[in-house]
């Protein structure tokens, strides 16, 4: 690699605090750049979509990608798509001014080389896991950066998801104290602990890239299952991750990964599970994934609509398909989206109509419509009203923090009725 990684600015702890703190005060607590400005940010996205798009159906992408270069870096950023953009400039497949083409470069070194950290650390537990007792399912990121991506640095994640049975949970917590891991929190759904390794930094060293250096840890499921928000019906995610590819992950053979429909079906549904978690790197890792699963011959969309009727995920996965064959005109079958759509609740499909891959990750907009547009009955309405006026279920050092936010959103005007745009 030629770049010096050294040379991306860290961004220290206090420093990241002093964002966080703006961000809240200004009633939007994810965004952390007052160097750059939301419009410049919409703008790059919207430059993003288009030369992915490019890329996604032609191979290439003829219009440059376009934005000032700080724009470019946080809208590739904030989609996880930097890594990628940056291995589509140096493969020649993209073109974009110099001062944006060596930021991109910086994105991609600099996960590629967190990325091979992450997934020595992640094959290491794994085998260990395995060896003391307890069968393992690699999830997410760690699973699809091998499978469908053009190399491992491409594609970003700032965990190593693992799936393990309730019952070995005492087993697993016992290795990873061994490991050099620390349990950090836990949360109920999912049912998931978060275990920080002791080499791991505890906030971000950027808020430009993916850092080499950012934090990492193990989410340790005991089960998958989750929901959209806390009146909505529960999504049976357990009922997909317990259908396994005969081949196991590439790492490590006797660990399992999911079935190609099944992580399709997965996958979607988690993208989609709150737009905030729909990042355009989302959308194009089901594209990927989906041609490399076709291509192998071990999926089939008849299979895919069968599983996802009898779990009830279909709908679920429809948000993430829907992008997703936006982005890759004809990557989804038509009958498969009427399919997927036909029961998800109107005012969600008012919603999705209204979004872009672009705009759907909406670090900008909190809307009212957005947040409960799965929630079906006014019961659930109410409760779910109840839940966010005073969000008990949360961990209890997360309520006053999330009351505050909530309150200075008020104060600031930043909470709307409406779903659009930013």
Not at 271 to 286: D, N, Q, S, Y
Request: hydrophobic fraction near 45%; include cysteine; glycine fraction near 8%.
């Amino acid at each position: 690699m030629s770049q010096d990684l050294s040379a991306a600015p860290r961004l220290s702890e206090g420093e990241f605090g002093e964002r966080v703190a703006w961000a809240v005060r200004r009633g939007v607590p994810q965004w952390l750049w007052p160097e750059v400005t939301t419009e410049a940010w919409q703008e790059a996205l919207d430059s993003i979509e288009r030369v992915s798009r490019a890329i996604l159906t032609s191979g290439t992408a003829i219009e440059l990608l376009r934005g000032e270069p700080a724009a470019v870096g946080v809208a590739a950023y904030t989609s996880g798509m930097g890594p990628l953009l940056g291995f589509w400039l140096s493969e020649g497949l993209l073109k974009a001014p110099k001062g944006t083409a060596e930021l991109l470069e910086q994105h991609y070194q600099h996960n590629a080389r967190r990325m091979e950290r992450l997934a020595d650390h992640a094959a290491r537990v794994v085998t260990r896991l395995i060896e003391g007792g307890v069968p393992v399912t690699v999830m997410k990121g760690m699973h699809t950066a091998f499978a469908c991506f053009p190399t491992l640095g491409t594609r970003p994640t700032s965990d190593i998801d693992l799936l393990i049975d309730p019952s070995r949970g005492a087993a697993a917590r016992q290795i990873l104290s061994e490991l050099g891991y620390s349990l950090e929190y836990e949360a109920t759904l999912p049912r998931e602990q978060f275990w920080r390794h002791g080499s791991s930094a505890v906030t971000p060293q950027s808020l430009t890239l993916v850092h080499s250096d950012d934090p990492w840890g193990i989410d340790l499921h005991t089960s998958t299952n989750r929901r959209y928000a806390q009146a909505s019906a529960i999504i049976r995610l357990d009922e997909l991750a317990c259908r396994l590819a005969p081949e196991g992950w590439i790492l490590n053979r006797r660990a399992r990964v999911m079935a190609p429909a099944a992580t399709v079906l997965f996958l979607a549904c988690h993208a989609g599970c709150g737009f905030g978690e729909l990042r355009m790197l989302r959308l194009v890792e089901l594209v990927l994934f989906i041609r490399q699963a076709e291509q192998s011959g071990a999926f089939s969309w008849d299979e895919l609509v069968a599983m996802g009727e009898l779990t009830a995920t279909l709908p679920h996965a429809y948000a993430a398909l829907h992008f997703a064959a936006s982005l890759a005109p004809g990557a989804i079958p038509e009958h498969v989206l009427r399919q997927s759509r036909r029961d998800v609740p109107a005012a969600a499909l008012r919603v999705i109509a209204g979004l872009t891959p672009a705009t759907v990750h909406g670090i900008t907009r909190c809307s009212v419509k957005e947040r409960y547009m799965w929630t079906r009955s006014l019961s659930g309405k109410i409760r779910q009203l109840a839940h966010d006026l005073v969000p008990l279920e949360m961990p209890r050092s997360q309520v006053l923090p999330s009351l505050k936010r909530r309150l200075w959103r008020v104060v600031r005007g930043t909470l709307s009725v409406e779903a659009s745009r930013s």
